[in-house]
């Protein structure tokens, strides 16, 4: 199944030579030579039909994320795309491929990878839980896990070999509403393990893998640069912007594996070092055609998807007007926003372009102790027709009833 080097050498000639934008048929056809591993999770199935069958706010929220396809598979999608072209980087040539459950233990995506007691990842206002032991995957890192699970690769690993894949697909998370951000939205994970006989991994080759992936995605003149940042399952840790007109984008993390996450996986860290990286597909997508709003992914409007085409700068279909209301209310300092956000979407779905908030303060004679006053402005639009009033003011009637009873606030 996995292609032998000489095979490698030939694609890697093949792009060298022609600097491929978009890689040629034969190309993709080789790479399909990649091992190919799925991971079964009866676990996942059967959670999976559990959710399907709940008919709280919350089941049914994960229920419809669940329902909602994986662009990353999705043909034509400029988010297939970008997952074509990294998986077609030369650089890359002899990773495996593997797709992980979607549903995952908390206890391997937050203990296994080293996620400190208190970190905000793990708290349910940030993440989604299915029940008390399991989530809806915030990051394809988790792939991470599985991979090293798998036979073949311990099997090499036994044998002194490096080992290392890709893992791509959709993710969830508890998370502001806006023209970047959506709940559910897709990575890539990619990442290489070496033992020392092959080769000790640093700074050195972690950079060089960010600049095959820049390269792969946005073509050679691509200009990029790495700032520290901190996660918790790498050491050291980047992230790398790259310079799309005059602003400079977040669009990777990554890092060189921490020994001490690689021993509670299993392997011996004494011998083995890595390099990994993982980041949002749709950040890509936005910057390379310029897209003014991360839902124009999912359109299903012909002026819209005629145009989705990476590297094409995107004209503005007649945009539609807003409807904007505001709300203002007083509620207990327990009040969790992404709790909020969730709400307004499961009402609103994707008619909600953007919820920002105008002013938040306290005023112990006026609201009492352990009050806060919020106003939140809500925009209304559509990618696909203009909204009418006799539309939109149930939704906000809605709101404000499901602001009252579910977070006990006092809407002024
Ligand atoms: C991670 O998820 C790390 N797992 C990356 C990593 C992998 C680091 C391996 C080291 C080694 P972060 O939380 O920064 O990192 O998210 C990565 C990217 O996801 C962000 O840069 C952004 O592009 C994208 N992203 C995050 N939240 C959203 C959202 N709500 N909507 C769309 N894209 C998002
Ligand atoms: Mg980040």
Not at 15 to 36: A, G, H, N, S, Y
Not at 170 to 185: A, L
Not at 214 to 227: E, H, I, M, Q, S
Not at 280 to 299: F, H, K, Q, T, Y
Request: charge should be negative.
């Amino acid at each position: 199944m996995r292609a032998g080097r000489s095979n490698w050498s030939l694609v890697w000639l093949i792009t060298k030579r022609l600097r491929v934008r978009i890689p040629p048929p034969q190309q993709i056809r080789l790479k399909m030579c990649m091992r190919e591993i799925v991971i079964e999770s009866p676990e996942e199935k059967k959670l999976r039909a559990e959710v399907a069958a709940r008919t709280d706010a919350d089941g049914m929220r994960m229920s419809r994320f669940l329902g909602m396809p994986d662009l990353s598979r999705t043909e034509g999608n400029p988010i297939a795309e970008i997952v074509t072209r990294i998986l077609a980087s030369p650089y890359f040539g002899d990773l495996d491929i593997i797709t992980t459950p979607e549903i995952v233990p908390a206890s391997v995506s937050f203990d296994l990878f080293d996620f400190p007691a208190d970190h905000p990842a793990r708290s349910r206002s940030d993440t989604y839980y299915i029940n008390d032991e399991h989530i809806l995957r915030t990051h394809t890192t988790v792939m991470w896990y599985y991979y090293l699970q798998d036979e073949e690769v311990r099997a090499r690993i036994a044998a002194n070999k490096p080992v290392g894949c890709f893992s791509f697909g959709k993710v969830y998370r508890r998370d502001e509403i806006d023209r970047n951000h959506m709940n559910v939205f897709h990575q890539i994970d990619g990442w290489y393990l070496a033992p020392k006989a092959v080769k000790t991994i640093g700074v050195k080759e972690l950079e060089e893998s960010l600049g095959a992936i820049a390269t792969a995605v946005f073509g050679p003149d691509v200009k990029y640069r790495l700032n520290e940042d901190t996660f918790p399952y790498t050491h050291p840790s980047r992230e790398m912007e790259v310079q799309i007109k005059d602003k400079w984008v977040e669009v990777v993390g990554c890092g060189v594996v921490k020994g001490s996450v690689l021993e509670k996986l299993g392997v011996d860290s004494s011998n083995y070092t890595g390099w990994a990286f993982g980041f949002g597909l749709e950040r890509l997508a936005i910057v390379s055609m310029n897209l003014p709003d991360i839902r124009l992914l999912w359109s299903k409007d012909p002026r819209v998807t005629r145009q989705l085409k990476l590297g094409n700068e995107f004209k503005e279909v007649s945009k539609f007007p807003p409807i904007t209301r505001d709300i203002s209310f007083v509620v207990g300092n327990d009040f969790v926003p992404n709790d909020y956000f969730d709400c307004i979407r499961d009402l609103g779905d994707d008619l909600v372009e953007e919820v920002s908030l105008l002013d938040k303060y306290e005023n112990k004679e006026k609201f009492g102790e352990g009050k806060t006053s919020y106003t939140y402005r809500i925009v209304y639009r559509s990618n696909e027709r203009t909204l009418t009033v006799e539309e939109i003011n149930p939704i906000q009637e809605k709101i404000i009833e499901e602001t009252k009873e579910k977070f006990h606030a006092e809407v002024r």
